[in-house]
């Protein structure tokens, strides 16, 4: 599967339980099932990195929805997370963020002004 999703360049990584899957017999240990999910997790977060990492350099627009601490917190088009500090409360607005740093689930930034 970590190969699958390696070749295929899936940055998200679903797991989905049907009604034939609850019919099967379930002899995989509890660690087996841990590690394998850590494997899978492990790589999904390398490739989301990987693809986030295009970002960084770019403008992209970002509808805000969330101010802690000075922080503001929204989203882009493609529905990633992007952080960057503001002294005001820019909540529902949109704005140009200048990207400078990707992680595995998020962005961040400074607003263009």
Not at 60 to 85: A, E, H, M, T, W
């Amino acid at each position: 599967m970590a190969r699958y999703l390696e070749t295929r360049r899936f940055d998200l990584v679903s797991l989905g339980y049907g009604e034939a899957t609850l019919q099967l017999k379930d002899d995989v240990s509890i660690e087996t099932k841990q590690n394998r999910l850590s494997v899978l997790l492990e790589e999904s977060n390398i490739i989301s990195k990987n693809i986030n990492c295009n970002y960084i350099g770019k403008t992209v627009s970002v509808f805000f929805f969330f101010y802690p601490d000075n922080i503001c917190c929204g989203r882009n088009s493609q529905n990633l997370k992007i952080f960057f500090p503001s002294q005001e409360n820019l909540t529902g607005k949109e704005v140009n963020v200048n990207i400078d740093t990707a992680l595995a689930n998020s962005l961040s930034g400074k607003m263009i002004l």
